[in-house]
């Protein structure tokens, strides 16, 4: 397009180099076109782009004069080395992306962003060729042959470029930055190909590849900023190079995880399916509606390039009538599923719609009529449907993403209303999920499912302590067991039987072992990561990797309390009580009626020696959660500690009362028991838990109210047991 001269300014005495058109490109121009361009890009004033000192004609020839730069264009430093350092690599392409969107707010458009437009000089980035691309671009006629079509170069070139439109915004250039940056991070092109068509066509048929599969030490926020700026639809990129910048940095609005292992994979898409609603008459039906929507979840889940919010936050918004748009960004996420359910008899009707979070644009939306007995085949084609409007894979026709897990219609019913019940997370509710489960896998023993959901709920059930270990355990195992045997991958199954390895036996190798695979298997699966972390990790005062751990659950779940109350219970066990009670205090203030927080705010306070505070709180818990006994026996501790050794006592003789007809955990009764200061009574009960294997024993060793019987031989020789040493 031009030759460039290195030449002496003689009047401010300095070098410059003159960059003067080939004839034939003057031509197609012209000089009042070239001159009006050159005159906006000269405006331009900003530390990483290369200004215009001068420019004009002669004798046909036109020219424009810049600073001469010592140093190399980014095409010689690739050329020379291959592939940049990650972090020298997104340094200079967010310097580059500053430098466009300062243009792009000026109404400026490079339009022909490649790294022989690069230079680097001093270790950064400066932009060269403002203006020239647009003015010839504008030009009538205009084919260079190199692409056979619109001005630019093929390999960085947008597909809306490509097409030679009207419609070119910043956005094509966020597109060829993308690619420099890709080519700087993996030394290879996003697209590639034998002809200029052949490159072109790819970028306008084809999904990007992520980076991260090219080089795993990309940061997943870099990943992310890459897939979506790589669209070929430019209203699926960032609206602005700013933004760009931010995701790059890890500082956008959109959530994205860390690389670590067992991580959810890289997506430039994230998704939250809301809780469908129940059209049918009356709430018996609404087990229905949101089974329909824990399937949906589960099998988007399992889907690569992908980010699936999990159900404790998009089910926070359940009954909530707020737009979409303010709901996707609360959730930090920038596509949001709902829909309905209605039935009747034995048909069912599903309606779906797809949102853009950005701009509230209906992406996809479909009805369905169909038999009760298709349900499978409505997830799948919802499934499929998804992944084609994301743009997120290519599916083959024949290609199934939700396989029916039963051919019983009774079996799913039944398994459907179990999990809707356990989900409750009420004694009551735990039982029925217990019977319901259990009549799944009856109805239909190949079920892998219900085997599945019993296992969760048999574990549930002894970690509330609603029934005896000896009741809950070795069931919880043999479900877990029966899943595995059939499916060795299923993370449900792995994650509860790697619980009930580490509460009931105490074999911690083992209970790592499951849920290391169950987090493999299933990254997007929070619950294995958030049990990993409190009933493996935490007992073992493994708190750093148990809070990394709880990290990644709350990024998969964000708005879930049980989570981020795992996180409050992790300072406190470490001994942060001022980090834990703003944690309670923060969950509260979101959900003031979850008790959990509410009974553990009140332990917290108790050991920071606010007494009056710590027994308000623990008589609210009482009645948040029905009553429960180890409620009642973290308000005797509480009792004790400010010095109410007769309220302690009543607490006690509840305790004792209450144990005459249901089960009652003995270390409930012998945190009282230390804190009145009788420690030969506690250790005894301790001694009766473990022979029990009650599952609170997996904690003595982080729970601060047994401090005081560390010095006891007999103590240090449980902990010594529970921990498997010699």
């Given at each position: 397009m031009?030759?460039?001269?290195?030449?002496?300014?003689?009047?401010?005495?300095?070098?410059?180099?003159?960059?003067?058109?080939?004839?034939?490109?003057?031509?197609?121009?012209?000089?009042?076109?070239?001159?009006?361009?050159?005159?906006?890009?000269?405006?331009?004033?900003?530390?990483?782009?290369?200004?215009?000192?001068?420019?004009?004609?002669?004798?046909?020839?036109?020219?424009?004069?810049?600073?001469?730069?010592?140093?190399?264009?980014?095409?010689?430093?690739?050329?020379?080395?291959g592939r940049l350092p990650v972090d020298e690599a997104t340094r200079l392409a967010s310097e580059v992306a500053d430098a466009l969107h300062y243009a792009h707010d000026q109404n400026v458009v490079h339009r022909d962003i490649k790294p022989a437009n690069i230079l680097l000089s001093g270790g950064h980035a400066m932009v060269a060729d403002f203006g020239i691309a647009r003015a010839i671009s504008e030009a009538d006629d205009i084919k260079l042959t190199q692409t056979g079509g619109n001005v630019g170069t093929p390999a960085y070139m947008s597909p809306e470029q490509s097409f030679g439109g009207p419609a070119i915004d910043g956005r094509t250039d966020q597109y060829s930055l993308a690619c420099v940056l890709f080519e700087m991070l993996t030394g290879e092109i996003p697209f590639a190909g034998p002809t200029a068509l052949a490159v072109l066509s790819r970028k306008s048929t084809e999904p990007a590849r992520s980076v991260a599969t090219l080089r795993s030490e990309v940061p997943r926020s870099v990943d992310y900023a890459l897939l979506r700026a790589l669209?070929?639809?430019?209203?699926?990129?960032?609206?602005?190079?700013?933004?760009?910048?931010?995701?790059?940095?890890?500082?956008?609005?959109?959530?994205?995880?860390?690389?670590?292992?067992?991580?959810?994979?890289?997506?430039?898409?994230s998704i939250a399916v809301l809780p469908f609603a129940n059209s049918s008459p009356g709430s018996e039906n609404?087990?229905?509606?949101?089974?329909?929507?824990?399937?949906?979840?589960?099998?988007?889940?399992?889907?690569?390039?992908?980010?699936?919010?999990?159900?404790?936050?998009?089910?926070?918004f359940k009954s909530r009538h707020e737009d979409v748009r303010t709901i996707g960004r609360e959730l930090q996420v920038n596509a949001v599923l709902e829909g309905s359910v209605r039935r009747s008899g034995d048909r069912l009707r599903v309606t779906t719609q797809l949102v853009d979070v950005a701009n509230g644009f209906e992406l996809w939306s479909e009805r369905y009529d169909r038999r009760f007995s298709d349900i499978f085949d409505v997830q799948d084609d919802i499934s499929r449907s998804i992944v084609e409007a994301l743009r997120i894979g290519v599916l083959r026709k024949e290609a199934r993403l939700v396989e029916a897990p039963t051919t019983s219609v009774t079996a799913y019913e039944s398994y459907l209303k179990g999990r809707f019940h356990w989900n409750q997370r009420t004694?009551?509710?735990?039982?029925?999920?217990?019977?319901?489960?259990?009549?799944?896998?009856?109805?239909?023993?190949?079920?892998?499912?219900?085997?599945?959901?019993?296992?969760?709920?048999?574990?549930?059930?002894?970690?509330?302590?609603?029934?005896?270990?000896?009741?809950?355990?070795?069931?919880?195992?043999?479900?877990?067991?029966?899943?595995?045997?059939?499916?060795?991958?299923?993370?449900?199954?792995?994650?509860?039987?790697?619980?009930?390895?580490?509460?009931?036996?105490?074999?911690?190798?083992?209970?790592?072992?499951?849920?290391?695979?169950?987090?493999?298997?299933?990254p997007q699966y929070p619950t294995a990561h958030q049990w990993y972390a409190m009933h493996c990790l935490v007992p073992l005062r493994?708190?750093?990797?148990?809070?990394?751990?709880?990290?990644?659950?709350?990024?998969?779940?964000?708005?879930?309390p049980a989570?981020?109350?795992?996180?409050?219970?992790?300072?406190?066990?470490?001994?942060?009580?001022?980090?834990?009670?703003?944690?309670?205090?923060?969950?509260?203030?979101?959900?003031p009626s979850f008790g959990l927080a509410t009974y553990f705010l009140g332990q917290v306070e108790t050991v920071m020696r606010r007494y009056p505070e710590a027994i308000d709180n623990l008589n609210r818990a009482k009645v948040l959660t029905g009553e429960s006994p180890e409620v009642e026996s973290a308000l005797g501790v509480a009792h004790a500690c400010a010095g109410d050794a007769s309220a302690a006592g009543r607490s006690l003789a509840l305790l004792t009362e209450r144990a005459r007809t249901r089960y009652v955990s003995p270390v409930l009764m012998a945190q009282v028991h230390t804190a009145v200061g009788d420690p030969e009574r506690a250790l005894d009960l301790l001694e009766e838990g473990h022979r029990i294997h009650a599952t609170e024993m997996a904690l003595v060793d982080v729970k601060p109210v047994f401090e005081a019987l560390r010095p006891h031989p007999r103590f240090a020789g449980l902990v010594q047991r529970i921990r498997g040493e010699p």
């Open positions: 031009a030759r460039i001269f290195v030449a002496n300014d003689v009047k401010h005495r300095r070098r410059v180099a003159i960059k003067m058109l080939r004839p034939e490109s003057a031509a197609w121009m012209g000089e009042e076109r070239f001159h009006r361009e050159i005159d906006i890009a000269a405006r331009l004033q900003h530390p990483n782009i290369l200004p215009i000192y001068d420019s004009g004609g002669a004798d046909s020839l036109l020219y424009y004069v810049m600073p001469f730069v010592t140093g190399e264009t980014l095409r010689e430093r690739l050329a020379r080395v669209d070929r639809d430019p209203d699926r990129r960032f609206p602005t190079l700013a933004e760009f910048t931010a995701a790059l940095r890890g500082t956008s609005d959109t959530t994205v995880v860390s690389r670590v292992p067992g991580a959810p994979p890289p997506s430039g898409w609404e087990y229905l509606s949101d089974g329909i929507t824990d399937d949906l979840i589960h099998a988007l889940a399992k889907l690569g390039g992908l980010r699936v919010l999990a159900r404790t936050s998009t089910f926070a004694e009551s509710g735990l039982l029925k999920s217990l019977e319901l489960l259990g009549a799944a896998a009856a109805a239909d023993p190949s079920f892998l499912q219900a085997f599945a959901g019993l296992a969760d709920a048999h574990l549930t059930l002894g970690i509330y302590g609603v029934l005896s270990p000896e009741e809950t355990m070795p069931q919880a195992m043999e479900a877990a067991e029966r899943v595995l045997a059939e499916d060795s991958r299923s993370a449900e199954a792995l994650a509860a039987r790697a619980s009930a390895l580490a509460l009931y036996r105490h074999d911690w190798a083992g209970s790592e072992r499951d849920f290391l695979a169950a987090t493999e298997s299933s493994r708190f750093a990797e148990g809070r990394s751990q709880l990290r990644l659950a709350r990024e998969l779940d964000p708005l879930s989570v981020a109350a795992s996180l409050g219970i992790l300072a406190y066990y470490e001994g942060g009580e001022e980090e834990a009670a703003a944690i309670f205090s923060a969950v509260l203030g979101r959900d």
